[in-house]
């Protein structure tokens, strides 16, 4: 039992009766004060929950002052005191924080508590349109569904990571009328990044568009044929398909990032494209699917609660939401995607927070056809980048392709370290840092300094960290010191710690307790799909440990049995570090360096 549990059941059994028979242990909140001069814990039950037994006590201090009296009854190794109006801080006995260091895991799967989850988790993120090179706003969808789908599996479901590519809608037809009026599909193929040539197609498109609107009707023609069937719109549509793979699978390898579905590749909206029809036909069994004006089919919702969802046009075209429609219904036919007793997967979509109101459309409409029930799909949302001046648009040719953002950060990483293998892992680091530490849901305001930071709360700083406690840890073995051989236990060195009746610095307790606290963060941001969380704790842990190691030479020249058994502690406390930051950064898709 971790030491917050243990402290919260002995709390809970000091309150007065009355009160003890309204508050589950659980509902204790602990924190750990700023300054370990007030204790290591501190509680403010008192005040909180004053109101309950207002009547039989003048104060919040006064009912503090009699827990603290209950308490120390069956817990004298733990000091409490009563502080203020009310809080209540308690103080751990060294004895206590040997055990705790005795009791903390020693691999990496132990870290978390192995719990297999009946229930299969399937993460859709990244999900960038074909023809349009990854911008710098396609990073936050990518790292922050992948870190997510980390977290997932982690905690120990089985995830499947789909790619849900835009490979169809009517941009194609766009597409399409750009390359036969403006294009030369050589020059396209052998130039250095064909996307970017269809790109300026696409935006070509628009601004002749905006002075001939029949450009419009002629590329929804287009997009008709290529639903058809029409050999030459198919093969142009190919065409865009394999030169945008080659770039995108180019970018993931350089970000680390792999998705387990249909090979690797994700399943794209076109591979749901021939399950449409009957789709259709089957949606409109139900009452609530009708046909509006013009012939469009549209879903409608009770009490209006949401704008009706189109699914199909009247010219009779589909949209994003018969597609995600037929995806989502084709994941339920899935056997794979089924738990271990049936159940149905959870879906969660990573995309910004723009598409929330199609969300909520789209999950109300597959729980009203029963597929799906509260719960089972989440929409991970993510703020959008933008200028200072306003939202980047590929349309307009406002956009920073990733590639720049990819190469410039490598660059400033390279005049650090000199290193061009190192920089590599540095800056893909930085810029994934920037992004999971902050709240997702808002949007960033693009910064080349703060992207490209690699100083301070960053991806380096934590990088640093964990290669200086790997090479304390190298100079040790070099000494005949190896603290990572599983016979030399936590346990032992606590045993004799104890024995010897050393004392434990306060930095120390400190360390100990972050680390006793590594699965519950992560499982915090699980629940929350937040890896923030996990970010502020793994800073947290590698400020301290910088601390700890600026403040105390741990491989000093250690003569007698009592620097010995520090010593050794110490190096199991760097250890217990290592390997906390490294499943950590993994966690977040953070790759880390043994060296720098």
Avoid at 10 to 28: D, H, R, V, W, Y
Avoid at 166 to 190: L, N, Y
Avoid at 203 to 221: G, I, P, T
Avoid at 527 to 553: E, H, I, M, V
């Amino acid at each position: 039992m971790q030491i917050e549990e243990q402290l919260r059941t002995a709390i809970s059994a000091s309150l007065p009766e009355k009160l003890a028979k309204l508050i589950n242990p659980e509902e204790i909140v602990l924190e750990q004060p700023k300054d370990s001069n007030f204790g290591d814990f501190s509680t403010n039950l008192a005040m909180l929950k004053y109101d309950l037994v207002a009547d039989d006590f003048a104060s919040p201090r006064e009912l503090a002052a009699l827990i603290v009296k209950n308490f120390q009854l069956q817990q004298p190794a733990i000091t409490a005191s009563v502080a203020g109006f009310g809080f209540i801080n308690f103080k751990l006995s060294d004895s206590i924080f040997w055990q705790i260091f005795a009791d903390l895991p020693q691999s990496e799967a132990e870290l978390i508590p192995a719990t297999k989850h009946s229930q299969k988790v399937i993460v859709e993120y990244s999900s960038p349109n074909i023809a349009k090179p990854f911008n710098i706003g396609h990073l936050r969808s990518t790292i922050i569904g992948d870190a997510v789908a980390n977290l997932y599996q982690a905690v120990g479901y089985q995830v499947f990571r789909d790619n849900h590519l835009g490979d169809w809608g009517t941009q194609f037809g766009k597409q399409i009328v750009a390359i036969k009026k403006w294009g030369d599909e050589e020059a396209i193929a052998s130039s250095a990044s064909p996307v970017a040539e269809l790109v300026k197609l696409y935006v070509k498109f628009h601004q002749e568009a905006e002075q001939d609107e029949s450009l419009n009707d002629e590329a929804r023609w287009w997009f008709k044929k290529l639903e058809a069937g029409d050999q030459e719109a198919r093969r142009l549509w190919q065409r865009c398909i394999d030169w945008s793979l080659s770039e995108f699978n180019k970018i993931y390898q350089r970000l680390g990032v792999k998705f387990t579905e249909n090979d690797g590749r994700g399943y794209g909206e076109s591979f749901f494209e021939p399950m449409l029809n009957d789709l259709i036909n089957d949606l409109m069994q139900n009452d609530f699917v009708k046909e509006g004006e013009g012939g469009a089919k549209l879903i409608f919702y009770p009490n209006d609660q949401y704008p009706p969802l189109m699914i199909q046009k009247g010219d009779g075209a589909t949209l994003y939401a018969t597609r995600d429609l037929a995806a989502d219904k084709w994941r339920l036919e899935q056997e794979r995607y089924r738990g271990d007793q049936g159940e149905r997967p959870i879906i969660i979509n990573e995309v910004g927070s723009e598409q929330s109101l199609y969300f909520q459309q789209l999950y109300q409409a597959e729980e009203m056809l029963g597929w799906y029930q509260p719960g089972e799909r989440l929409h991970l949302k993510h703020g959008l980048y933008r200028f200072s001046d306003g939202k980047m648009s590929t349309r307009k040719g406002q956009v920073i392709w990733l590639n720049e953002v990819l190469d410039k950060a490598q660059a400033k990483a390279e005049e650090l370290c000199g290193d061009r293998e190192t920089a590599k892992v540095l800056s893909i680091a930085a810029l994934k840092w920037n992004d999971l530490k902050r709240n997702s849901q808002l949007a960033v305001t693009f910064n080349w300094d703060e992207v490209l930071n690699l100083q301070g709360n960053s991806g380096p700083y934590l990088l640093y960290a964990y290669a200086r406690a790997k090479s304390i840890l190298a100079k040790a073995k070099e000494q005949g010191i190896d603290v990572s051989n599983r016979d030399v236990s936590n346990k032992r060195d606590s045993q004799a710690l104890l024995a010897a009746n050393l004392t434990m610095e306060p930095l120390e307790k400190a360390i100990i307790q972050t680390l006793t606290n590594f699965a519950k963060v992560v499982q915090q941001s699980q629940r929350q799909l937040n890896p923030a969380l996990l970010c502020q704790y793994l800073y947290n842990l590698a400020s301290q440990f910088n601390s700890f190691y600026n403040k105390y030479q741990i491989l000093q020249d250690s003569s007698g049995e009592e620097a010995i058994l520090r010593r050794d502690f110490r190096l199991r406390l760097v250890l217990q570090v290592s390997l906390v930051l490294k499943t950590g950064l993994n966690i977040l898709g953070i790759e880390t360096l043994e060296h720098l």
